[in-house]
């Protein structure tokens, strides 16, 4: 699963938002299909212009995703690279454009259910649930990084500072 982040969260959610208000959508077109509408939302380009970058490569996301190059300077590649920075993987591109990451399926409301592809609602639930999980991922890990799942231990807390020996309270 991706790294999970704020922007990549904000990203998912953003994207479904607009599909749910009617955004151009197109499975079959890198410009408005699953990956290429969030990239519209991670990069500010449109369709047409996502479209004529992605041209410049062979084959569908997943197929431009593995042959990634992150130094090639290929106007694809540079779109695969924002995809990247935000915390996605390749096998993360393929699972957003086909719908298939298992976690994300097995957390649908309703349970577990296969998803179509090329599905506007499917592609909304699907990018809704894995902003939920990554936030919920998110959350937990601030939750160990800051120990809050622990109380704090009082007994050891000196009320003395340690550099004038004077009780601070």
């Not at 990554?134 to 991922?137: C, G, I, R």
């Given at each position: 699963m991706a790294n999970s982040n704020t922007f990549?969260?904000?990203a998912l959610r953003e994207t479904a938002r607009r599909l749910e208000a009617g955004a151009d959508y197109a499975w079959g077109n890198h410009g408005s299909c699953n990956c290429g509408n969030l990239l519209q939302v991670i990069t500010?380009?449109?369709?047409t212009?996502?479209?004529r970058l992605a041209h410049t490569g062979?084959?569908?996301?997943t197929e431009?995703?593995?042959?990634?190059c992150g130094v090639s300077n290929i106007p694809v590649d540079q779109l695969i690279g924002h995809l990247m920075e935000t915390g996605l993987t390749p096998s993360d591109i393929h699972n957003i454009e086909y719908l298939e990451d298992r976690a994300v399926l097995e957390r649908l409301p309703g349970?577990?259910?296969w998803l179509r592809r090329n599905?506007?609602?499917d592609v909304i639930v699907y990018l809704e649930t894995m902003a939920d999980i990554?936030?919920?991922?998110l959350l937990a890990e601030n939750k160990t990084l800051l120990n809050v799942s622990k109380p704090v231990d009082r007994t050891n807390i000196s009320l003395f500072s340690p550099k004038e020996d004077k009780v601070l309270a």
């Open positions: 990549l969260i904000n500010a380009l449109n369709r212009e996502i479209l062979i084959g569908e996301w431009l995703a593995e042959d990634y349970g577990f259910r599905e506007r609602a990554l936030e919920e991922n």
